[in-house]
C-alpha cells in the first residue's frame, strides 16, 4: 500500500498550492483521507479530512477558510488547495487514509500514511 503525495514547494505569503495524494484503489476505497503537517520542532497536527463520499470535511482552526480538501474517487486522488498562504503553514504535509468511511481529525483513526511533501512560505 501507497500513498503518495506531491505538490509542495516555495512559495510566498499569500500565494497557492495544490497538493495531491494518490493511492491504489485499495487504500482509498471507502476511505476517508486527511492532511495532517508537521513543522520543525513541532508535533504533527490535524489540517484537513474529508470523508470517502466526499460530502463531510473538516479543518483546522487555522486553515479554515484558507484550505480546501476534495477527492477524486475515480482518480483515486486527494486534493488539499492551499490559499493564502502564511509562513506558519510552513511544514512537512502528510497524506493519510483512515480506517473508516467518516472524517476525522484524529491522527490514530488514520492506517495509511504517505512520505510527506514539504511547503515552505517565504515572508
Known amino acids: 500500500v501507497q500513498l503518495q503525495a506531491s505538490g509542495g514547494g516555495l512559495v510566498q505569503t499569500g500565494g497557492s498550492l495544490r497538493l495531491s495524494c494518490a493511492a491504489s484503489?485499495?487504500?482509498?476505497?471507502?476511505?476517508?483521507v486527511g492532511w495532517f503537517r508537521q513543522a520543525p520542532g513541532k508535533e504533527r497536527e490535524f489540517v484537513a479530512t474529508?470523508?470517502?463520499?466526499?460530502?463531510?470535511?473538516y479543518y483546522a482552526e487555522s486553515v479554515k477558510g484558507r484550505f480546501t480538501i476534495s477527492r477524486d474517487n475515480a482518480k483515486n486522488t486527494v486534493y488539499l488547495q492551499m490559499d493564502e498562504l502564511k509562513p506558519e503553514d510552513t511544514a512537512v504535509y502528510y497524506c493519510?487514509?483512515?480506517?473508516?468511511?467518516?472524517?476525522?481529525?484524529?491522527?490514530?483513526?488514520?492506517?495509511?500514511w504517505g512520505q510527506g511533501t514539504q511547503v515552505t512560505v517565504s515572508s
Open positions: 484503489k485499495r487504500t482509498f476505497s471507502n476511505n476517508a
Open positions: 493519510a487514509a483512515s480506517r473508516y468511511s467518516s472524517a476525522s481529525s484524529q491522527a490514530d483513526h488514520y492506517r495509511y
Open positions: 474529508i470523508a470517502w463520499r466526499g460530502g463531510d470535511t
